[in-house]
């Protein structure tokens, strides 16, 4: 059960990011990563690996739009 949780937090965290990658909307990653952190300890705590490895994906790809954009862009 924790683990479709982390999946569908993930899934929701993954498809937020997408705008994300517009110019100007890069801040959104601050609020997007720590969603994908709630997901990732979720998913943490399950017997299962994939909810946690799409949260860790999503955090990941968040964190390095962040450093491309100096972490507000």
Not at 6 to 14: H, K, M, N, T
Not at 31 to 38: C, E, K, L, R, T
Not at 42 to 52: D, E, H, Q
Request: hydrophobic share 65%; aromatic share 6%.
């Amino acid at each position: 059960m924790l683990n479709i949780l982390s999946i569908i937090i993930g899934l929701g965290a993954l498809l937020l990011l997408v705008p994300a990658f517009l110019p100007l909307l890069g801040w959104a990653n601050w609020g997007i990563i720590p969603v994908a952190a709630v997901g990732l300890a979720l998913g943490a705590m399950s017997s299962s690996n994939a909810g946690r490895n799409l949260n860790i994906v999503v955090i990941v790809i968040g964190v390095l739009r962040l450093m491309l954009g100096g972490g507000i862009f």
